[in-house]
């Protein structure tokens, strides 16, 4: 054996250990390769973190914990093995507890006999808080033998690859609930390939771009067919429902679906079950559904149906689930629902059904009975407390009254009766409800003691709303609810934490809200939910001391506003990495914004306003962040904003008003794209705003204030050309919403029609303009005109001169106009008359002259909108203009010279003395001004000045020819 040969098998000898050595084999390996089937099996369980939280279903539990290396892998559990070959045929590893992600190079695919394969629900990610969009590896491709495979809730995203397509022997394919993109040559594909299919489920998945008409295609032996919520789009088939082996059909959840489906006679069909969601479903659709005589499954949510609920005597019969809810089925509800002995749930929620509930019923034996959001009003009836089976009871949102009655038996799961009108107290049985999990009683009239032995026994229970009720504390009951996930008892009139939280470890949400919960928050709290909470909201209580030590490692939204806390925010708040709402408005907090808060990626909201923070705002704004909302009015923040700011890429607000923050006008916020309210009144800005630095600044900004600054120079022309978003809106084109999202609705305090008004949310279509309280200059631009969706605008309290511009009539939206306290002249243009939503306007304190215009709001104004204007006249005004010469002020120019006497304390007699020095010395400033190149503002000032000096020369040469 040569020595080249030698090293050649000795390198390869050590490629073999060293690969039997890696966690994962090569990328080159083969993917079915000739591993055994029990180290490949044993090798893919090490590759993931067993979690709980990884998988949703109550039966969980972690299939892989039993496995051994000393027993064969066909005793272990979710393994199927073939009895002849001991081959690994079957994988069934659903509700598993598996967390993390699968790779190309997985041990998965060393196994080639697979026939069925489950990994539905688990977290095949390695981010807890986003799915894997790294799609399903195409590897899955490669099990050609596979008859089942089952990848829902798998925890990933992106497009399903087409070598799926190529599993040819698939009977059942399930790949729901994952957020995945299906296109059309992958779909064409599938349809072609996948002939032996006999279930198709791919709820969830987005399918916008398939057209309908190939659905007919599908495979001929297809019995179960579930595109939920899938996004598609146009007019279904009227022979949809006869596809020859077709069972199931369920389409619901598809809002843009469209279809007459006119045929009258479906005898042909085998369906039994139906589901359905869309538009331009007929009346006539509605009455042929009772030809579907098979049919015992019938969903109907979200069709846009009106009139009566049909009776259907052909199926109703036989019906044992019926859902005709979310849509606007009026009248009273038919009496033949309530006698069906095969129904187990109705759900007629969210219509418009009317009248009380049958006072009897007979045979019925439902075990899932959904009416909530409709108009029913009534008692309760005994028979709703009398069904054996009965689950579930969901009857909020309607208008009964009356006392809950006693439960008969214990089979109920879950029982939802707020927002009605109940009283009383909680009956005695609730104690026997040993399987309860969700107890929703929010918003009635009913007195409750919390803490007594009736809940003792509901060990089960994971949700508890009763707030917006009286509630009473009883702490010194010794128990606990260990499965607690959601607690709400906001505004119940609590004075006490409920210390049978201090054992409940699994606490996701909760929220005590406006009470009058006094003192410190206990510590004990800290412990709640320690790795499991969520929410957190204790806004609007009497809570003191310093903030509350909390373990923050779970901890999304938090909400202490309203309190009286004092101190300063814990450097323990940098522990929650995954904060994204912190709401401490409205304290005693003081001290500095910690830096860890602004410098996270996950942060969405912070309100930290109204409270005595000091320092300068925090500059280490994060690239990437995701900071939607930006809170900091009334504190005593100052220095200059921070650069980093312009990192806020999704900054939709910004608010920070009211503080001490000085240098220029920010105008780099304006590559802001997202960006729609910006204040910064009542601060230390100064200076001439100038034209824009960036192009097509502030396009979405609806609403600013930069009022009660030092801003100076000319009105901003350049900045007002590009705030599209207050031009041509139509607001009957928008769908109004407030600013904000789930946790959080941002609020505002702004000045509307003359007042500063808290508005605790704020509607899209609200846009305004304030720029009062400054020393702005030169005439008002033309251009305002053109903000035609404007609610408001304010440019009082500035040196504004010359005539309104006319173009304010185009403002066919405006609710409030400040033009006060300016030196504006002429007459007031008549165009403003056609502003028929104008409730406030005030002109007073300008040299305005002539006729007040007159008819529609101008009707409805008094004095005090034209005060110290002495050339206007007619109504409100005494001076009528028939009879009254309005007397003409002083031209502007003139006035502004004696004002100007009087702010700078020099008469004529000092000016004309030291004219003859101050004019070569002017000269010289101002060509050494036009020499480096001022701002246009600063030349526009220049230029000002020396036209006054000019007007003063005039005037004086005037005196003194008078005197003469």
Known sequence: ??????????????????????????????????????????????????????????????????????????????????????????????????????????????????????????????????????????????????????????????????????????????????????????????????????????????????????????????????????????????????????????????????????????SCSSLNFLGLSGRMFSREFLNSIDNLKSLKHLALPGCNFTGSIPAWPGILTKLTYLDLSNNSFSGLLPSSLFNLPNLSTLNLGSNQLVGPLPSHVSGLNLVDLYLSSNFLNGTLPSWLFSMPSLETLYLHRNRFVGEIGEFKYNSLQELALGYNKLHGSIPRSVSRLVNLTILYLSSNNLSIMLGSEMFSKLENLEYLDFSNNSVSINNNAAYALPNLQQLNLSSSNISEFPIFLRRTTKLVYLDLSNNQIYGRVPKWLGDVGMNSLYYVNLRGNLLQGPFPTLNFSSTRVIFFSNNNLTGEIPSLICDAIHLEVVDLSHNNLSGMIPKCLVNSTALSVLDLR????????????????????????????????????????????LDLGNNKINGAFPYWLGSLRKLQVLVIRSNRFQGCIGNPKTKFPFLNLRIIDISNNQFNGPLPIKYFEYFKAMMNVNESEVALKYMGENYYQDSLNIMIKGQYIEMEKVLNILTSIDFSNNSFRGDMPKIIGRLKSLKGLNFSHNNLVGHIPPSIGNLTNLEWLDLSFNKLDGEIPSQLADLTWLAVLKLSHNQLTGHIPSGTQFNTFNNDSYTENLGLCGFPLSRTCENHKAKQPPPSTLQQDENLEHENGFGWQAVSIGYACGTIFGMLMGYLIFKIGKPKCLVRMVKLEQHIMLRRLKKNAYRRDGRR
Not at 4 to 23: A, E, N
Not at 614 to 632: D, E, W, Y
Request: proline share 5%.
């Open 1 to 266: 054996m040569g020595l080249s040969t030698w090293k050649y098998q000795l390198f390869f000898l050590f490629c073999l250990i060293l690969h039997s050595q890696l966690p994962f084999p090569s990328s080159l390996s083969s993917p079915l390769s000739s591993m055994p089937p029990c180290s490949a099996l044993l090798h893919f369980s090490k590759s993931f973190s067993l979690n709980k939280s990884a998988s949703l279903s109550l039966a969980s539990y972690p299939k892989t914990a039993s496995w051994r290396e000393d027993k064969h892998c066909c005793t272990w559990d979710g393994i199927e093995c073939d009895k002849n070959t001991s081959l690994v045929v079957g994988l069934d590893l659903s509700s598993s507890w598996l967390f993390g992600n699968i790779l190309s190079n997985s041990t998965l695919f060393f196994l080639p006999n697979l026939r069925r394969l489950n990994l539905a629900d688990n977290w095949f990610s390695d981010n807890w808080f986003s799915r894997s969009d790294s799609g399903i590896p195409s590897e899955f491709g490669n099990f050609k033998s596979l008859t089942h495979l089952n990848l829902s809730d798998f925890g990933i995203s992106g497009q399903i690859p087409f070598e799926i397509s190529q599993l040819s022997s698939l009977v059942s394919l399930d790949l729901s609930k994952n957020g995945l993109l299906i296109k059309a040559p992958v779909w064409k594909r599938v349809i072609g390939n996948l002939t032996q299919l006999r279930e198709l489920i791919l709820d969830r998945t987005n399918m916008s771009s398939i057209r309908l008409h190939s659905l007919m295609n599908l495979s001929s032996s297809l019995t179960t067919l579930s595109l939920r919520k899938c996004d598609l789009r146009g007019k279904l088939e009227n022979n949809i429902l006869c596809l020859p082996s077709i069972q199931t059909l369920d389409l619901t959840g598809n809002w843009d679906l469209e279809g007459s489906l006119l045929k009258s006679n479906w």
């Open 610 to 653: 109204m409270n005595s923070l000091h320092g300068t705002i925090p500059a280490t704004f994060a690239k990437g962040n995701n900071i939607r909302s930006i809170n900091l009015n009334g504190n005593q923040l100052e220095g200059p904003l921070p650069r980093s700011l312009a990192n806020c890429t999704y900054l939709e607000v």
